[in-house]
T-cell receptor, first 115, second 111 residues
Framework: DAGVTQSPTHLIKTRGQQVTLRCSPKSGHDTVSWYQQALGQGPQFIFQYYEEEERQRGNFPDRFSGHQFPNYSSELNVNALLLGDSALYLC??????????????FGAGSRLTVL | AQSVTQPDIHITVSEGASLELRCNYSYGATPYLFWYVQSPGQGLQLLLK??????LVQGIKGFEAEFKRSQSSFNLRKPSVHWSDAAEYFCAVGYNNDMRFGAGTRLTVKP
């Protein structure tokens, strides 16, 4: 049973460009959350998706947007990249209901470097 | 303000020694509490969780944690550390159906 898979693993962009990161949740999970982890920091919550809609959002600007597809997979888009957007972007999934509802399973992350 | 605090940025212990990593939280109600571990270049792996009931919880890899309501703490312990335990450890609080993380504690294990 595959866990949470993310792509790409690493990528390099320049300031002002746009980036799309992808996430496939663990089998059976319907809710996807995205986190930004800057070097030496803990993960910071960006937003959460279920039923193809953004349900919660952390303190991130509108440059950060997302999407969830009918198969529960998700994308994170960042526009007008800044140097400060360089980070490890983590996707996490969970069941929205049931005994697993409060436990997140994380992917290995996508490391974004902005030059 | 709601927060998760890990007071120790970096801890070094000798292999075979005991370990305690501290975590304090500030939330209105008794939250769900978690410890995750992150090895270099990896995602986060769940070590253990506390939702309710017995305040001493057992996790994977020989780790345990104790919830103390009076101190708003959820400290992680291991009686004997192995070299493979070297990693970054994150305490997290379940918040509004998602999670908030502390800044992490980096564990170095000396031979």
């Amino acid at each position: 049973d595959a866990g949470v898979t993310q792509s790409p693993t690493h990528l390099i962009k320049t300031r002002g460009q746009q980036v799309t990161l992808r996430c496939s949740p663990k089998s059976g999970h319907d809710t996807v959350s995205w986190y930004q982890q800057a070097l030496g920091q803990g993960p910071q919550f960006i937003f959460q998706y279920y039923e193809e809609e953004e349900r919660q959002r952390g303190n991130f600007p509108d440059r950060f947007s997302g999407h969830q597809f009918p198969n529960y997979s998700s994308e994170l888009n960042v526009n007008a990249l800044l140097l400060g957007d360089s980070a490890l972007y983590l996707c996490a999934s969970r069941h929205r209901r049931g005994s697993g509802a409060n436990v997140l399973t994380f992917g290995a992350g996508s490391r974004l470097t902005v030059l | 303000a709601q927060s998760v605090t890990q007071p120790d940025i970096h801890i070094t212990v000798s292999e075979g020694a005991s370990l305690e990593l501290r975590c304090n939280y500030s939330y209105g109600a008794t939250p769900y509490l978690f410890w995750y571990v992150q090895s270099p270049g990896q995602g986060l792996q769940l070590l253990l969780k506390y939702f309710s009931g017995d305040t001493l919880v057992q996790g994977i890899k020989g780790f345990e944690a104790e919830f103390k309501r009076s101190q708003s703490s959820f400290n992680l312990r291991k009686p004997s550390v192995h070299w493979s335990d070297a990693a970054e450890y994150f305490c997290a609080v379940g918040y509004n159906n998602d999670m908030r993380f502390g800044a992490g504690t980096r564990l170095t294990v000396k031979p």
